[in-house]
């Protein structure tokens, strides 16, 4: 089969298209053909530790969907034939293996490009808005580079939690579209400069949650539009700022909370962990169509290349997917 490999330096990717052998599912595996699979930011920027040790090369892709052919011996909730999606290692391939943990069915409206957009991106939003944001109906949500795979999911869960949001892009044009899914206010901006507009959206009384998808350049500026008991989720650094100031004063006197989002130093235990609720949370909406993945654009397997180009410019606004080739 074929599949994508990359090697990480600290400046930049090298990829690589190579012929391996259809790997065999442990006890408690899927094996699927994979048929669709989509691009995150963070498998391909330096330093965030998805990757590996610089210079070290390995098979790429963090989440797919696709059609289950065989299951290890200690598999029950799965059959062959049956449409799955998760998030997994080596997704930019032919075949790749899913932990039964991992996989999901695919409600059933939804088509193999839109599943394949879901796992990762929702699951980590799920963590930043439910599990540890603890975001209720009615609060107000600052998401910075809310045009981004993860910060369009994350708008659009919390419109389906009730939230009202207000999202910061450097495109007016994507915020114009994100409209559309039920962003409350855009405002257009790449510098720290939005708080006061922020807290005027408000009334003064700032978010009670802040997705920062941005990273370290923003983070002084979040804290200022954080509300009494507000929380400040960091997601990602795709500015390279892994530094930055913090005012002791207003965590302090506010009674904030800053935490970190990232599987980097998960078990398999802990990432599953919380998969049952996001099945009883979230998957109906997609079944529903409350909630439908934004695709930015669909490419064909053989333009990973282009793709990643595209992703890494900001071009785009929602996920871009990889369409695995036809069944022979």
Same mark, same amino acid.
């Given at each position: 089969?074929?599949? *994508?490999?990359?090697?990480?330096?600290?400046?930049?990717?090298?990829?690589?298209?190579?012929?391996?052998?259809?790997?065999?599912?442990?006890?408690?595996?899927?094996? &699927?053909?994979?048929?669709?699979?989509? !691009?995150?930011?963070?498998?391909?920027?330096?330093? +965030?530790?998805?990757?590996?040790?610089?210079?070290?090369?390995?098979?790429? /892709?963090?989440?797919?969907?696709?059609? &289950?052919?065989?299951?290890?011996?200690?598999?029950?909730?799965?059959?062959? =034939?049956?449409?799955?999606?998760?998030?997994?290692? /080596?997704?930019?391939?032919?075949?790749?293996?899913?932990?039964?943990?991992?996989? #999901?069915?695919?409600?059933?409206?939804?088509?193999?490009?839109?599943?394949?957009?879901?796992?990762?991106?929702?699951?980590?939003?799920?963590? #930043?808005?439910? @599990?540890?944001? +603890?975001?209720?109906?009615?609060?107000?949500?600052?998401?910075?580079?809310?045009?981004?795979?993860?910060? $369009?999911?994350?708008?659009? !869960?919390?419109? %389906?939690?009730?939230?009202?949001?207000?999202?910061?892009?450097?495109?007016?044009?994507? !915020?114009? #579209?994100?409209?559309?899914?039920?962003?409350?206010?855009?405002?257009?901006?790449?510098?720290?400069?939005?708080?006061?507009? $922020?807290?005027?959206?408000?009334?003064?009384?700032?978010?009670?949650?802040?997705?920062?998808? $941005?990273?370290?350049?923003?983070?002084?500026?979040?804290?200022?539009? !954080?509300?009494?008991?507000?929380?400040?989720?960091? &997601?990602? *650094?795709?500015? /390279? $700022?892994?530094?930055?100031?913090?005012?002791?004063?207003? @965590?302090? %006197?506010?009674?904030?909370?800053?935490?970190?989002?990232?599987?980097?130093?998960?078990?398999?235990?802990?990432?599953?962990?919380?998969?049952?609720?996001?099945?009883?949370?979230?998957?109906?909406?997609?079944?529903?169509?409350?909630?439908?993945?934004?695709?930015?654009?669909?490419?064909?397997?053989?333009? @990973?290349?282009?793709?990643?180009?595209? #992703?890494?410019?900001?071009? +785009?606004? =929602?996920?871009?997917?990889?369409?695995?080739?036809? @069944?022979?």
């Amino acid at each position: 089969m074929r599949s *994508y490999w990359m090697q990480q330096n600290e400046a930049s990717a090298v990829l690589e298209l190579r012929e391996v052998p259809i790997p065999t599912p442990g006890a408690k595996q899927l094996l &699927v053909r994979v048929r669709a699979a989509s !691009l995150n930011r963070g498998e391909f920027v330096a330093g +965030h530790g998805l990757h590996g040790p610089a210079g070290s090369w390995k098979a790429i /892709g963090g989440e797919c969907a696709g059609e &289950v052919i065989g299951c290890g011996t200690e598999v029950t909730d799965f059959s062959p =034939g049956e449409r799955v999606m998760g998030r997994c290692s /080596g997704a930019f391939a032919e075949y790749a293996l899913l932990d039964q943990a991992e996989a #999901m069915h695919i409600p059933g409206n939804l088509s193999w490009e839109e599943a394949g957009s879901i796992p990762l991106t929702f699951l980590v939003s799920f963590d #930043m808005l439910v @599990l540890q944001g +603890h975001l209720q109906q009615g609060e107000w949500v600052l998401i910075n580079g809310v045009s981004s795979g993860v910060g $369009v999911a994350s708008l659009q !869960l919390a419109k %389906a939690l009730g939230a009202r949001v207000v999202g910061t892009s450097g495109s007016q044009a994507k !915020l114009e #579209m994100l409209e559309g899914l039920g962003l409350d206010a855009g405002i257009c901006t790449r510098q720290p400069d939005f708080a006061a507009e $922020v807290n005027a959206l408000t009334e003064g009384k700032g978010v009670k949650l802040v997705i920062n998808a $941005v990273g370290g350049s923003v983070f002084a500026e979040s804290i200022r539009t !954080l509300a009494f008991e507000g929380r400040l989720a960091t &997601v990602g *650094y795709v500015d /390279g $700022v892994l530094h930055a100031d913090i005012d002791l004063e207003a @965590l302090h %006197a506010k009674r904030l909370t800053v935490f970190g989002v990232s599987n980097k130093l998960r078990t398999k235990a802990q990432k599953s962990a919380a998969l049952p609720r996001f099945i009883a949370e979230v998957l109906p909406h997609f079944a529903s169509g409350r909630i439908k993945p934004q695709i930015d654009e669909v490419v064909d397997f053989e333009g @990973l290349a282009d793709a990643k180009a595209r #992703m890494e410019a900001g071009a +785009h606004a =929602g996920k871009i997917v990889l369409r695995m080739p036809a @069944l022979d």
